[in-house]
């Protein structure tokens, strides 16, 4: 019996050569920025000049928010482990996931579902968007891509996110959908709840042709950067020692100089 030979079609090397996607990686060098590499490393071609605009600016939104719990996760075991600030930001980014950074990924789902990628450009999207409501009721989760903890009444790169992708053609039924989403959100539950950046992101990714398992993919490439960061300060101006000192003393000063009165 014959076995499969084993396949990839990203890259190889020799003695002389690095080739990607069929290009010489030397080629490529100074010729094509970080966000470009990584379009062309998952879909293998460059992008145009706006897909380029898009893309790099899904990336660029996802790299940073502060002192996230995965920014908090990276600098606690920077601390444990000084010497392996791969596995830092390893754990931060184990922290992505369906309530940070990672919902982008459900929502690119929750529209490709309801909206496949190539198809169903005769869909009513009001008719969609109440479905897609109607069933998360059911479901009793909440609505992804809505709100946020932090930024009201909107998320602020919502609007600038949205708008980049309507000036470079990529402003259709996915953004459209999602919109009406939040629309139907908003009566549905009796509260605004508008689109955010991760709704935004997921729509537009959408707009791009990625599948929704790409998605979470691109908050992890981004947000490395930004833990790298976090890291990087850490090292000059530390705070994850302040932080365990504190969570230990504050979360146990209740039971501090108590006795057993048995003793």
Not at 9 to 23: E, F, L, Q, Y
Not at 80 to 87: D, L, N
Not at 247 to 260: K, N, Y
């Amino acid at each position: 019996m014959t076995r499969k030979k084993l396949r990839s079609d990203i890259a190889w090397s020799d003695a002389t050569h690095i080739v990607v996607r069929g290009k010489n990686l030397v080629d490529l060098l100074g010729n094509v920025n970080l966000g470009d590499f990584a379009f062309f490393e998952l879909t293998g071609r460059l992008p145009t000049a706006q897909e380029s605009t898009v893309f790099n600016a899904i990336v660029v939104v996802l790299v940073e928010h502060g002192l996230t719990p995965s920014a908090i996760a990276a600098r606690l075991t920077y601390l444990g482990s000084p010497e392996a600030i791969q596995a830092a930001v390893a754990a931060g980014l184990l922290g992505i996931g369906d309530r940070f950074g990672g919902p982008a990924e459900e929502v690119a789902r929750m529209l490709q579902e309801a909206l496949p990628l190539g198809g169903g450009g005769s869909a009513d999207l009001r008719e969609l968007a109440a479905g897609i409501v109607a069933r998360q009721r059911e479901l009793k989760r909440p609505v992804p891509g809505l709100g946020h903890p932090i930024h009201r009444p909107i998320d602020p790169r919502t609007p600038r996110l949205l708008e980049i992708a309507a000036e470079n053609g990529f402003s259709g039924r996915y953004v459209e959908l999602m919109e009406a989403v939040s629309a139907e959100a908003n009566v549905a539950l009796e509260r605004p709840l508008p689109v955010n950046a991760t709704g935004a992101i997921g729509a537009i990714a959408s707009e791009l042709g990625f599948e929704w398992r790409v998605c979470r993919g691109l908050a992890v490439i981004a947000r490395s950067v930004g833990l790298v960061a976090h890291l990087l300060e850490e090292d000059r101006e530390p705070l994850a020692a302040e932080i365990w000192s504190r969570v230990d003393g504050e979360a146990t000063e209740h039971l501090r100089g108590a006795t057993d009165e048995r003793d």
